[in-house]
Nanobody, 123 residues
Framework: QVQLAESGGGSAQSGGSLRLSCRASGDTVDRYCMGWFRQVPGRERELVAVIDKDGYKVYDDSVKGRFRISRDNAQATFYLQMNNLKSDDTAMYFC?????????????????WGPGTQVTVSS
């Protein structure tokens, strides 16, 4: 059983930066992929970025060039560096981890979720 806990959310001005962290406990993470998702009320959860167990990364077009996903297996922690933030980035951000890449890219299937951290960007 893996527990995930996000941190690093908060408020930022448009153009500013935040770094989200997702700390895993309960298992080593080297065989897990991890995805960052976000959701605003009334809309479906959407994938922001995913990193697989080998470090291959995929980003949603809306964050390419601004966000960077990374992992530190020794610290069992995944990161999402968010630069040049926009008001459209305002959402609740969730991390998800799984040994199945489809779960990390779709949010569906067997895996683990953190409780989420709120990001609010003001213009």
């Amino acid at each position: 059983q893996v527990q995930l806990a996000e941190s690093g959310g908060g408020s930022a001005q448009s153009g500013g930066s935040l770094r989200l962290s997702c700390r895993a406990s309960g298992d080593t993470v080297d065989r897990y992929c991890m995805g960052w998702f976000r959701q605003v009320p009334g809309r479906e959860r959407e994938l922001v970025a995913v990193i697989d167990k080998d470090g291959y990364k995929v980003y949603d077009d809306s964050v390419k060039g601004r966000f960077r996903i990374s992992r530190d297996n020794a610290q069992a922690t995944f990161y999402l560096q968010m630069n040049n933030l926009k008001s459209d980035d305002t959402a609740m951000y969730f991390c998800a981890a799984s040994t199945a890449i489809t779960m990390c890219t779709t949010g569906r299937g067997s895996g683990y979720w953190g409780p989420g951290t709120q990001v609010t960007v003001s213009s």
